[in-house]
């Protein structure tokens, strides 16, 4: 079992920037890849960023490269996703899920992540 706590959201002008948290307690850290995926109401669960189990594998999704940067603290069983240059079509709510899957590497669709935190509110006002 993963239990993950995100944190962070909140509002912010375009332009600006945020960080979000995810905390993750349960199974050992560094047994699992985290990812970062997003919803608004009426649209799909997109990928935005994952990190592998030991931190040197990343992906990022086409409309956040360039501008969010996803790290983790094995030692803090934390990872963070740095939000910058937001624009409102960033707004949604963030999740982030565990993926126990292949040790190596990173996977960027909802059905491979098993274990999901309750999401965190971003809005980006214009």
């Known amino acids: 079992q993963v239990q993950l706590v995100e944190s962070g959201g909140g509002l912010v002008q375009a332009g600006g920037s945020l960080s979000l948290s995810c905390a993750a307690s349960?199974?050992?850290?560094?047994?699992?890849?985290i990812g970062w995926f997003r919803q608004d109401p009426g649209k799909e669960r997109e990928f935005v960023a994952a990190i592998s189990r030991s931190g040197r594998g990343t992906a990022y999704g086409d409309s956040v490269k360039g501008r969010f940067t996803i790290s983790r603290d094995n030692a803090k069983n934390a990872v963070f996703l740095h939000l910058n240059s937001l624009k409102p079509e960033d707004t949604a709510v963030y999740y982030c899920a565990a993926d126990l899957g292949p040790p190596i590497g990173v996977r960027v669709r909802p059905v491979d992540y098993t274990y999901w935190g309750q999401g965190t509110r971003v809005i980006v006002s214009s």
């Open positions: 349960g199974r050992t850290f560094t047994s699992y890849a």
